[in-house]
């Protein structure tokens, strides 16, 4: 066959070869989106490069960038436990219950996992910039226009609803030190999160409530914004297939391990985030402005304990990571929060809560990226942003209705407990997955383990 070519030409021959060189690396390597290794191989006709993301430079810049949005949206989403407060306090919306007020936190993060999946078929047609920057608007303008609410409804549709189109809107886009540069960017909502906690029961006690959600929405604005112009994505380089949902993937098991952790842990999550401050003031007896600062540490925990624990993650491996500290959860959640009754020992847990319990935010980036691949980023976090509505919406809600004010002291015994079942339970899915991948030799671990 090869004479024959040679007789029509060299130009046939070298033909030929490239098509079966070509032919030969795509016979077992080459990814597709219904078969892709946790590291994606380089095709005929792409630079052997073009999937390994810059380490460092301009990098760090995105990576401060995306820290900076954190801080303006999940930040000051995290601080919505002092509004819960203020307006139990003072019964600002009369007729409102106190599952009304869970509910709208709740909707803060459930309509931001429905959005996401939409805003992520959006991009490819109408680029990611644009995108951002109308959740920039959204997001400001839920708190804004929160501030001339009147009657508990306009309440969900604009603290609730419209915050978290914005929130969903306003989505984050090195394999090298993926994890370190993920605790990094978290750590803005932990800084973001204390200052807001702090200020905005300031300002509540200062001028208004009203002016407070103002002042709120134009900061997030500015902030947001700076962030959205700031940040670059690969899209162009990795070409990601950008389906909104990879459904091929839910017939992985080790998928549908992760998929499993995320929507458990996030039951313990939201208990702790919105159950704490209000857990200090019915049973530890603190003040409204003691409560805020509880608040406050939790977040001080998020910006601290974040970055460290994505260099533990970069170090020691991420599925391990997050399983140990999944499980760990639940054991603080026994040993310090149950007997917890003094101002002190509360801060104490808060502190040590804030460093752990948002480790799902900090690793299921890199989680899905390590599982699925990298040529289902974005695809496979838009099934985890799917499952994960109904426990970011209704977590608090149950976490509620589980209180038992005629307990007195153990009032949020059941609470605690829903929340810690949660954390376990959660764990035993990582742990599952931490086994099957042992057995395949795919626990991945970063350079810096394998120097």
């Known amino acids: 066959m090869a004479q024959g070519v040679q007789k029509n030409g060299q130009r046939y021959t070298a033909g030929l070869e490239k098509s079966e060189e070509a032919t030969s690396q795509h016979d077992d390597t080459a990814p597709t989106t219904e078969t892709i290794p946790s590291i994606i191989e380089p095709t005929a006709n792409a630079p052997i490069d073009a999937d390994i993301p810059p380490d460092g430079g301009y990098a760090w810049v995105v990576c401060g960038a995306i820290s900076m949005i954190n801080g303006f949206t999940w930040g000051i989403a995290a601080s919505y436990g002092v509004y819960i407060s203020q307006y139990l306090a003072t019964d600002y ?20 996992m429905v959005i996401s999946p939409i805003c992520t078929i959006l991009t490819r047609d109408v680029g990611r910039f644009w995108i951002m920057s109308a959740g920039c608007v959204m997001f400001a303008g839920g708190y804004i226009a929160a501030s001339f609410a009147k009657e508990i409804w306009q309440l969900y549709l604009t603290q609730g609803v419209l915050v978290g189109l914005g929130l969903g809107c306003v989505f984050i886009p090195s394999v090298q030190k993926r994890s370190l540069a993920g605790g990094i960017a978290s750590a803005g909502s932990g800084f973001s999160g204390l200052a807001f906690s702090l200020g905005t029961n300031a300002m509540i006690e200062q001028i208004s409530l009203g002016w407070a959600l103002r002042m709120t929405g134009i900061l997030c604005l500015v902030g947001n914004f700076c962030g ?81 624990l994505g260099v533990i993650s970069d170090h020691c491996g991420r599925t391990q990571t997050a399983a140990v500290v999944t499980l760990l959860n639940a054991a603080f959640i026994f040993a310090f929060w149950i007997p917890a009754t003094s101002y002190g020992f509360l801060i104490f847990y808060a502190l040590i809560a804030g460093a752990t319990v948002g480790i799902y935010w900090m690793t299921v980036g890199p989680l899905c990226a390590e599982v699925a691949g990298l040529a289902e980023v974005p695809s496979f976090p838009s099934i985890q942003w799917l499952t994960a509505v109904l426990p970011t919406t209704f977590a608090e809600v149950i976490a509620l209705y589980l209180r038992r004010p005629a307990k007195g002291r153990w009032d949020y015994l059941y609470t605690q407990l829903f929340a810690a079942i949660a954390f376990l339970v959660a764990s035993l899915c990582l742990f599952e997955l931490w086994r099957i991948k042992a057995n395949r030799g795919e626990l991945t671990r970063s350079r810096w383990h394998k120097r």
């Open 228 to 308: 959205t112009c700031l940040v670059r994505d690969r899209n162009k380089m990795v070409k990601p297939p950008q389906m909104g949902f990879a459904v091929h993937l839910l017939k992985r098991y080790d998928c549908l391990l992760l998929i499993g952790w995320a929507f458990i842990n996030l039951f313990g999550y939201m208990t702790v985030l919105y159950s704490l401050s209000n857990y200090a003031v019915q049973v530890g007896g603190l003040t409204q402005s003691q409560a805020s600062v509880l608040t406050a540490i939790l977040n001080l925990g998020t910006g601290v304990g974040r970055p460290a």
């Open 93 to 112: 919306f009369p007729g409102a219950t106190p599952l009304d007020y869970a509910l709208i936190g709740g909707l803060e993060f459930g309509v931001a």
